[in-house]
């Protein structure tokens, strides 16, 4: 029985659970999880079980509600402070990803203004409201995106910002499933993403899924595709946007803009309007998240596929320079890299 029917992540309100497709184990096994556990929450953000920037922050959203739904504390307090720990140490799963702080952020705020007899159904409330925002969000996204694409056919991706990196649709491919409801004849092709394979096991899956034509390609492939005129644009997501445009994406997506320049082809950041960091004056400024080097060596091989011991660097994402960009495609329409300050104020 599927509790999320079709979503990725959820709130079990009747069960007081947060629910998650465990991502590690697709395209194999789609398994559902729901859990009221912290440490079984925290996981599930750093083991990259919930993945992808919208993903991660909504889920954190459903998981403080659920922890503090079923806290003991009795006072006010108590309530915030626990809140606040929970909130902070949820912070420090995964540094790149503005939507994860934003989130949490919200529901602390939505506890400051709270008192402790509506303290629990404000942040339940407030949880929800994140859920079905970011779907309203990327629906809109993927509408703008529609129409700012309605000339090309063919798009490269990269990583997975498709509907299981958000609620659903996702950013960069909700486009994508615009142009199919609108009967359009659309082909993606999806770069694999070493080392954690997010194009190959999530974003090929996802779009076969979805019946859209999808071909699967190394990541030395772009620059094949792209020479020899199979894409017509390339779509990104991204986890934080500096005032400059600068942007942090999964590792690799500033040698596909690169790329992409080179040949012409249209570069777009898809990304709801949160993602842009005011705070940041240039990409140099945003935390890059290190993981372990056996994500290189050892994952997924059935034999170490490296000398032991050999030094390896795994930066889960890089910032693609500002100039590289073509446009951010948001809810709030498509935005210049040129004309972000002027949102400063929103
Ligand atoms: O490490 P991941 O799988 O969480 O990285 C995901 C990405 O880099 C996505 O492109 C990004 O978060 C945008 S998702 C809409």
Known sequence: MSFLNGATVGFDTVNNKAVFIDQTLLPNVYKEISTDDFGEMFEAIRLLK???????????????????????????EELISELSRYADELIKCRPTAVNLKWAAEQMKKCGETSNKDNFKENLTALALKIISNDIEVCRKIGEYGAEILKNCNSFLTHCNAGRLAAVKYGTALAPLYVMKEQ???IRAYADETRPLLQGARLTSFELNEAGIDTTLICDNMASYV?????????LVGCD?????????????TSGVAILAKHYGIPFYVCMPFSTFDFSLQNGSEIAIEERNGEEITDLWYKEKMAPEGVKTINVAFDVTDASLITAFITEKGVIAPSEIKKYITE
Not at 60 to 75: D, E
Not at 226 to 234: H, P, S, T, W, Y
């Open 50 to 76: 919930v993945r992808g920037a919208p993903a991660i922050g909504v889920f954190t959203a459903i998981s403080l509600a659920v922890l503090m739904n079923k806290s003991n504390a009795h006072t006010y």
């Open 183 to 185: 009967g359009k004849s």
């Open 226 to 234: 792209m020479k020899n005129r199979l894409i017509d644009a390339v």
């Open 240 to 252: 934080r946007v500096a005032l400059n445009g600068d942007t942090a994406n999964k590792i690799g």
